[in-house]
């Protein structure tokens, strides 16, 4: 009983160490053209839920109709929220113009 215990603890554990960083990543009209890349920061409070700041892709693209966003959970990003156990999640968000 002990032993099927500690396998499914264990189990469950390594469901969390080995999620990988997620990305998302779509295109807005023909996609990017210059090839100008800007880059920048949301950050969220206890696992995601309660937005602080989100980066707004629009604004970020300005007058350009055609660019590509990618929003990335890093390893940098997943390595902060692992050290503050959660409370504070970022994610990078990446435009190419």
């Not at 969390?16 to 009209?29: E, I, M, N």
């Not at 050290?83 to 435009?95: E, F, Q, R, S, V």
């Amino acid at each position: 009983m002990k032993k099927t215990i500690f396998q499914i603890g264990m189990m469950l554990l390594s469901t969390g160490w080995l999620t990988s960083c997620y990305t998302q990543s779509y295109t807005v009209g023909d996609g990017p053209q210059k090839g100008i890349e800007v880059k920048d920061r949301s950050h969220y409070l206890v696992y995601g839920l309660a937005p602080l700041k989100t980066a707004d892709p629009v604004k970020m693209a300005g007058e350009t109709k055609d660019y590509e966003v990618t929003i990335q959970h890093t390893f940098v990003d997943g390595l902060i929220n692992a050290i503050t156990l959660g409370l504070y999640a970022p994610t990078t968000t990446k435009i190419i113009k």
